[in-house]
């Protein structure tokens, strides 16, 4: 919705290149933290690469946040809608590193669970997270109305499941090891498709709507 | 834009037409008092102040020196005045920062920091100039490579295009009105033509430049240093108005993005790319004083730049001034209101009372 407000090769352009990387970058610490936190890598070999790529998340925030200051005052008002959807999704994106470290923090700590049904759940949770980060990005870059729709109901049915999952382990109905290791991390994996929703409602939703995409409001 | 050129460039020529036109005697009546230094500040400071433009003012300026309606020496003062005087559209445009605390301390401060910079410039090279005369020698020597100082004449190819067309609003108007109601539509036209063609060329330009303008200060945000100059003197000449190009900073300076150091120098090149306008002026005038004020502003902008920033020691003082002055503002806020009017408005329109 916001795609005709970016103008073609303008500031906004620039904005939204960081953006992508910001994404890029905030998938990988994802993959990276997982990777630890499911024992698909030990946290100390992956440490480094891990931190280095969510600073570099954390420098491209304030780097969007300039050239939006930027923009705006030498463009004025017109694009003004554009330049605040930036500012808000930039937040998700660099979210999305943070509570991605969140994760491989557990893991520094606990290690990973033993293999069992809740280690082939968080599996399955990567393998949905992964690819939604990736697709958040593609549908705003090409202002594809379908693939961020898609997006929120994936984002929705990920979120009542990382709930229920939450609730059982806080009911104790779950015997599993690492209890509480791991509602925290479903917690951040809910945390962190909360914020791809966030990024798909500002293709398909006004800018007042931002970060709050419920059926009601639905376009 | 052309088009625009063309109206500004013509309103210059027709500024000396009507000037022409109402007589030695109501000439000398106008500018009574303007050979006063002081005088020539303060109407310098007011003209902008009330035109919002500096560009105006100087513009102004090259047409009624170009038509020998003030001499080279009285019109010094006049032009440094208008320095002064466009700072004030940055200090207005920071009062909307008033009630954030921390981003008036900045914005002001950086508002100031032109103000200080232009006051500095004229308390030193205004007496040097009336002492020695450096800025209106060095002027009248460059003039010389392209006029003939002798005679006063100077053939610019562009004043051809719009004399015709200024004889012809001349005898028209002249015609219908008489030779003083004539005159006095003429200058009218002249200020209108002037301020418009100004602001219809700003305004275009800005548009045009707006992409322009925002690499040019991506690149310069976070280095300070000589480019920022280059940048500040470009996009002045560009828009034609170092108040939009200064404004610019005002809300990256705000938000702190832009730091202080940073905008010195990108306000300095502003100084230096709106002279640019005067000499745009000085081409519609036959008189070579036109061209020669217009170049009194240009080395008065250099001197200054090259004093308080190619002097190290000196590059320092307006930035600790501004800053001072931008914890005073933040401290006691309603003060920035008493300076702005007392600074811009009652103490030059006093000063031109009681001195002329």
Redesign the interface.
Known sequence: MFRWLRGP???LA?VERLFMEMLRDGRQVFDLAMQARLGGAAPHEVAEQLHATEERTDEAEREI???V???????GAQELAASLMYMSIGKDAERIGDLSRGIFNIAERVGPPPPGPLRDDLHALRGRILPAITGAGEALRDADHDAAEALIVEAREVQAHYREQIDQLLREEMAVPQPVASALTYRHCGRIMANVLNIASAVVMPLDQLDYPSPSNDP | MLALLYVFLLAVDLLGVGLAGLGEDAVDALFRGIDNPVVGVSVGVLATVLAQSSSVTTATVVGLVGAGAIGLGDAVPVIMGANVGTTITNTLASIGSIRRVEEFRRVIAGATMHDVFNVLSVLVLLPVELLTGALSRTAIALSALVGDVETGEFASPLRRLVAGVSDQLEGALVGALGELGGAIALLALAIVGIAGGLVGITKTMRKVMAGTAERSLNAVLARAGSLGIVVGAALTVAVQSSSIATALLVPMIAAGVLRLDNAYPITLGANLGTTVTALLASLAVDQIAGLQIALVHLTFNVAGVLLLYGIPQLRRVPLRLARRIGDHAADHRALVLVYIVAAFYILPLVLILVLR
Do not use: F, M, P
Request: hydrophobic letters at 20%; a positive charge; zero cysteines.
């Open positions: 090769r303008d500031g620039e946040r300039r050239r200051i930027v923009h705006a005052s030498t463009h």
